[in-house]
């Protein structure tokens, strides 16, 4: 199904699970559920506020104090930094109460050190290149509980580099290694963690861009070897900018998309198109880390 939120231009697609009974009078709903994205008045009596460039939801208790101003901000950076995007005219941000109420609105649950996340709904292109064809739904979720918690410097940090994956998920390839997705997150937002690289270094615990490239390759870490992870994804966009600047960077970023490149999702394809945009090799970008 297709629904609106006043004030978002896009429309959000969701799948809904109906279930049907045979009666002496025809057929009858029993059951209308959605397995993930489930319709945020189905989870909670959200108010709405329409700022410029955001639609922010927020549950009962919640209010948008200063979050608003915030995600304002976060949009103006990302539309100033970013590359030409198709960003749309206002972002929906639905600000969580909890974990639970996260996972009733995506169908799944949240790791516990995630503060913020784009809820980006995509399917692709058929093709090597895993393109993007149509984008189903775009938002923001932020778990408040959390953030409320945090220092006022990560809250700005946690808005921009969540801002950036919603602005860009709609154009990233299905090839695009998940260490490359956060290392121009946190590029972009100005979090730049590659200072202590040397420190995950000295520790044993850096693991190596070729592994960084296969698929899921963060998703299957623990905590430790996921936040040596961002060290090294960020140090990495850090040292292509600093050879590159910002359009080399977002020339590699974008290469994935180019069908004259082929092969699936993984470190060869990571190395052809590293060779191809930047003109180094994926050990090579790897060694100039450290």
């Given at each position: 199904m297709s629904y609106r939120v006043k004030g978002a231009s896009r429309p959000f697609l969701t799948s809904r699970k109906i279930s049907a009974r045979k009666t002496a009078d025809g057929w009858k709903i029993t059951r209308d559920a959605a397995p993930r994205d489930a319709l945020p008045w189905e989870v909670e009596r959200f108010t709405s506020t329409v700022g410029e460039r955001v639609v922010l939801l927020t549950p009962p208790g919640v209010e948008s104090g200063t979050l608003l101003p915030g995600?304002?901000?976060?949009?103006?950076?990302?539309?100033?930094?970013?590359?030409?995007?198709?960003?749309?005219?206002?972002?929906?941000?639905?600000?969580?109460?909890?974990?639970?109420?996260?996972?009733?609105?995506?169908?799944?649950?949240?790791?516990?050190?995630?503060?913020?996340?784009?809820?980006?709904?995509?399917?692709?292109?058929?093709?090597?290149a895993l393109e993007v064809q149509r984008v189903l739904a775009q938002r923001m979720t932020i778990v408040m509980d959390r953030y409320v918690t945090m220092p006022e410097q990560e809250r700005q940090w946690t808005l921009a580099h969540e801002m950036v994956h919603t602005a860009m998920n709609p154009d990233t390839s299905g090839r695009t290694p998940q260490w490359l997705i956060e290392g121009v997150a946190l590029y972009v937002s100005g979090e730049d963690l590659s200072a202590y690289a040397p420190a995950v270094e000295a520790a044993g615990e850096r693991p190596s861009l070729v592994a960084l490239s296969r698929r899921n390759a963060l998703g299957n870490l623990d905590a430790d070897a996921q936040s040596a992870a961002y060290v090294l994804a960020s140090a990495a966009a850090e040292e292509i900018a600093a050879r590159e600047g910002n359009k080399g960077l977002f020339r590699f970023y974008e290469a994935f998309n180019d069908s004259r490149i082929t092969g699936p999702p993984g470190p060869r394809t990571t190395d052809k198109v590293l060779r191809k945009s930047v003109g180094m090799t994926l050990r090579e970008l790897d060694a100039a880390l450290g």
């Open positions: 995600l304002e901000s976060a949009y103006r950076k990302i539309a100033r930094d970013l590359p030409a995007r198709d960003l749309p005219e206002r972002v929906l941000v639905i600000a969580a109460e909890d974990a639970g109420q996260v996972k009733r609105l995506d169908g799944k649950g949240i790791a516990g050190g995630v503060v913020a996340m784009a809820s980006v709904a995509v399917d692709y292109k058929p093709g090597g």
